[in-house]
C-alpha cells in the first residue's frame, strides 16, 4: 500500500530539516534532539534498505510558490502562499509499506515538536486506494 507522509510545518527561517528551525524543536535538550534525529535517520535507512521509500523532498520557502486559479475560464496566476495558516507544506514522502499499521508506526517518528505530520493513503492508478 502507497502512503504519502506529509509534513506542515513553518520554520523559521525557512529551512530543511524543518526541526532544526522550529522554536519548540530548539526548546528540547540536545540529547533529546540528537535522539530523535538519530531515530529518525535510522528509519529513513531502514526504509531505504527494505523498499518502502519511494522518494521524498523538502519544499522551499512558500513564499515563493505560484498558485494558479481556475478564473473566467482560464487559469489565473497569482503569488503563495495558499493560506493564511501558520504551519504550510514543508516537504513529503511517498512510501510503500505492506499496510495502515506499518504506515502509522512511520509516522510517529516522522512526528516532531511544532510540526503537523499527515498520512495519506495515495490513489494512483485508478482511483482507489492503493
Known amino acids: 500500500m502507497k502512503y504519502v507522509i506529509l509534513i506542515h510545518s513553518n520554520p523559521q527561517p525557512w529551512g530543511h530539516p524543518t526541526g532544526d528551525f522550529i522554536a519548540e524543536n530548539q526548546a528540547l535538550p540536545i540529547e533529546q534532539r540528537e535522539r530523535l534525529n538519530t531515530e529518525f535517520?535510522?528509519?529513513?535507512?531502514?526504509?531505504?534498505?527494505?523498499?518502502?521509500?519511494?522518494?521524498?523532498?523538502?519544499?522551499?520557502?512558500?513564499?515563493?510558490?505560484?498558485?494558479?486559479?481556475?478564473?473566467?475560464?482560464?487559469?489565473?496566476?497569482?503569488?503563495?502562499?495558499?493560506?493564511?495558516?501558520?504551519?504550510?507544506?514543508?516537504?513529503f514522502f511517498l512510501i510503500d509499506v505492506s499496510g495502515p499499521e506499518r504506515a502509522q508506526a512511520i509516522a510517529r517518528v516522522f512526528s516532531g515538536p511544532g510540526e503537523t505530520i499527515e498520512l495519506r493513503p495515495a490513489m494512483w492508478p485508478g482511483g482507489e486506494e492503493q
Open 41 to 91: 535517520e535510522n528509519l529513513l535507512e531502514a526504509m531505504r534498505d527494505n523498499g518502502e521509500l519511494i522518494t521524498g523532498e523538502a519544499l522551499g520557502d512558500p513564499t515563493t510558490s505560484t498558485l494558479y486559479r481556475w478564473h473566467d475560464g482560464e487559469p489565473l496566476a497569482t503569488d503563495g502562499p495558499y493560506s493564511e495558516y501558520k504551519e504550510h507544506l514543508a516537504g
